[in-house]
């Protein structure tokens, strides 16, 4: 079996995406299947391409013993539908660029991250100031992701 491609995607790729890629990871970590998988993150903008995690969320990445370190922001390209198994949207903006950039017929599943837990989307704190919130929010998007990843894939755990 292959490594399977999660690919977390929000506008800038300094806050919500980052967050959902480190917090994903430590996920995958404490489960013990890191090793299965292939995590990362792009924005839908070109704004903050090469631009460190925000602080503010490099901060609360940190609070929950989660290193960001040398993450940069990079833009979504067509080829991530292909390299990718799982590209994940933050919000409804997100996830209509995500769908203007798809190739007509993609190989990957497209899905905005709270349709795995409540539904909704993951406010961008940027502009709400509430990194707190939207930790929880991606953490809780994050373990129904892996649920609904593994009910897929349920060699991963054997």
């Known amino acids: 079996m292959g490594k399977i491609g999660v690919l977390f ?12 890629e480190f917090v994903f990871r430590k996920i995958l970590d404490e489960r013990g299947i890191a090793d299965r998988f292939y995590v990362a993150s792009a924005g839908t903008s070109g704004e903050h391409i090469g631009d460190p995690v925000d602080r503010r969320a490099a901060e609360v990445l940190r609070l929950h013993g989660i290193s960001c370190d040398g993450k940069r922001g990079r833009r979504l390209k067509r080829s991530d539908f292909t390299d990718y198994d799982y590209i994940v949207g933050m919000d409804e903006h997100n996830m209509e660029y995500i769908r203007w950039t798809s190739p007509a017929e993609p190989t990957c599943e497209v899905s905005m991250l709270m349709d795995h837990a409540d539904g ?33 894939h349920p060699e991963v755990v054997q």
Do not use: K, Q, W
Not at 9 to 20: K, L, T
Not at 126 to 151: K, P, V
């Open 9 to 20: 995607v929000c506008y800038g790729n300094i806050c919500r995406s980052p967050m959902a």
């Open 120 to 152: 909704g989307e993951v406010a961008d704190p940027y502009y709400t100031g509430d990194f707190g919130r939207t930790y929880t929010d991606i953490t809780l998007g994050c373990l129904g992701l892996l649920d609904h990843i593994l009910s897929e």
